[in-house]
């Protein structure tokens, strides 16, 4: 079946360091792929995503290349912030399992001042 | 509106009690999602309503009872539980895409817990 993998935490960084998180997947094709972020106190809210290979996915200064060649899909910023402090999910979800999103166990970064 | 609203925020319950979660989204979706989260872990998928049909049940106990009275809201009838249910419930909506670019969009969930 689809899986996940992302690199353990928890990360912990000062502010102005280059974040890099690991994700990983198993699939059969062509997965669509995520990644969410959840802050304290609230939901998961979809960060970036790409649908296809070599779609590069941006939002907020991060970004995600899909690397089918890998299956890899790492997240990535030039310079983080006390507020990107927060919970990071890679996720999938593949047409042969439509509904069933298949998310990683969760990255926790901390950014320190 | 790209809002997923949720109420209550925080819940606490005996294990006698019956309760109901409730979920509202006006983004004109039609796929909705109960999922639970316990801390430090990722959201687990308890049920999909697709089109207000019940498309998905993870095998979630009967205790758990879902409701979808219309395309815009979800309810999630609690009785019975255990202390072990006690979890962040989320709420997620999205547009169904047979499992292409399904981007979930969640509420702030319901923070249950059963004494």
């Known amino acids: 079946g689809d899986s996940v993998t992302q690199m353990e935490g928890p990360v912990t960084l000062s502010e102005e360091a280059f974040l890099t998180i690991n994700c990983t997947y198993t699939?059969?094709?062509?997965?669509?792929l995520f990644w969410y972020v959840q802050y304290p106190g609230e939901g998961l809210q979809l960060l970036l995503k790409?649908?296809?290979?070599?779609d590069k996915g941006s939002n907020k200064g991060f970004e995600a290349t899909y690397r089918k060649e890998t299956t890899s899909f790492h997240l990535e910023k030039g310079s983080v912030q006390v507020s990107d402090s927060a919970v990071y999910f890679c996720?999938?979800?593949?047409?042969?399992?439509?509904?069933?999103?298949?998310f990683g166990d969760g990255t926790t970064l901390t950014v320190k001042p | 509106d790209t809002e997923v609203t949720q109420t209550p925020k925080h819940l606490v319950m005996g294990m006698t009690n019956k309760k109901s979660l409730k979920c509202e989204q006006h983004?004109?979706?039609?796929?909705m999602y109960w999922y639970k989260q316990k801390a430090k872990k990722p959201p687990e998928l308890m049920f999909v309503?697709?089109?207000?049909?019940?498309?998905i049940n993870e095998s979630v106990p009967s205790r758990f009872s879902p409701e979808c009275p219309n395309s815009s809201l979800l309810n999630l009838h609690l009785h019975a539980l255990q202390p072990e249910d006690s979890a962040l419930y989320l709420c997620?909506?999205?547009?169904?895409?047979?499992?292409?670019?399904?981007?979930?969009?969640f509420g702030s969930g319901t923070q249950l817990s059963v004494l």
């Open positions: 997620a909506s999205s547009q169904p895409n047979r499992g292409r670019n399904e981007k979930l969009f």
């Open positions: 699939a059969t094709g062509y997965p669509s």
């Open positions: 790409a649908t296809k290979a070599d």
């Open positions: 996720a999938l979800i593949h047409y042969t399992n439509a509904g069933k999103s298949t």
């Open positions: 983004m004109g979706h039609r796929a």
């Open positions: 309503y697709s089109y207000e049909k019940l498309s």
